[in-house]
């Protein structure tokens, strides 16, 4: 069946725009996380979602930073003025449940700031 | 508060030959432990896990670890590498809720 997409597949933009990104996660998953992986450094978790509720968002680096989730679908995590230090691959998971599960991870979106 | 190290940031093996990708943790609870595999400009693909049971845990493509509650290591282990086998292997913990909390990651380098 269908994985996890997630588009763009790369965004380029200038610092200070704001940029959208998008999950569709897999089709029953309730659970819906997002992690960032900078060049250099590892994967760090952002935000997850249980059903359309984010009862964590204390992954979020700053308040440019924001998430939501329609039902129990499509994600997007949206970043405000852009700074270069936000350049990084954003990754999407699912899960059929948040708590201790299989997570299966989008393609990612690599998103570079100028 | 938890953690997963992973100690080598590359291993080399030479086809053929056992691979193994350490991992040890710190969890004050429960340990959910992953392998996942990342190939260039792709995404995490799941490898295996350890919640409960069995301290040998068996995965995809020929790979299996080993859950070992006195070392506080999950090691990854391949008998027989292949080339195809390189790329970059992150070892993480997962709390009740489901975070995931990631090794720096391993990478694997196999030669023919």
């Known amino acids: 069946g269908a994985g996890v997409s997630q588009s763009p597949s790369n965004k380029v933009t200038e610092k200070g725009k704001d940029v959208e990104l998008r999950c569709d996660p897999i089709s029953g998953h309730t659970a819906l996380y997002w992690y960032r992986q900078r060049l250099g450094q590892g994967l760090e978790f952002l935000i997850y979602f249980q059903g359309n509720s984010a009862p964590d968002k204390s992954g979020l680096p700053s308040d440019r930073f924001s998430a939501e989730r329609t039902g129990e679908s499509v994600s997007t995590l949206t970043i405000q003025r852009t700074q270069q230090e936000d350049s990084a691959v954003y990754l999407c998971?699912?899960?059929?449940?948040?708590?201790?599960?299989?997570?299966?991870f989008g393609p990612g979106t690599r998103l570079t700031v100028l | 508060a938890q953690s997963v190290a992973q100690p080598e940031d590359q291993v080399n093996v030479a086809e053929g030959n056992p691979l193994t990708v350490k991992c040890t943790y710190s969890?004050?609870?429960?340990?959910?432990l992953f392998w996942y595999v990342q190939y260039p400009n792709r995404g995490l693909q799941f490898l295996l896990k350890?919640?409960?049971?069995?301290?040998l845990v068996k995965g995809s493509y020929g790979f299996e670890a080993e859950f070992n509650k006195s070392q506080t290591s999950f090691h990854l282990k391949k008998p027989s590498a292949l080339v195809s086998d390189s790329a970059l292997y992150f070892c993480?913990?997962?709390?009740?809720?489901?975070?995931?909390?990631f090794g720096a990651g391993t990478q694997v380098v196999v030669t023919p």
């Open positions: 969890v004050s609870g429960n340990p959910y």
């Open positions: 350890y919640i409960t049971g069995d301290n």
């Open positions: 998971a699912s899960g059929l449940k948040t708590g201790p599960d299989t997570q299966y």
């Open positions: 993480a913990v997962q709390d009740s809720w489901g975070k995931l909390q």
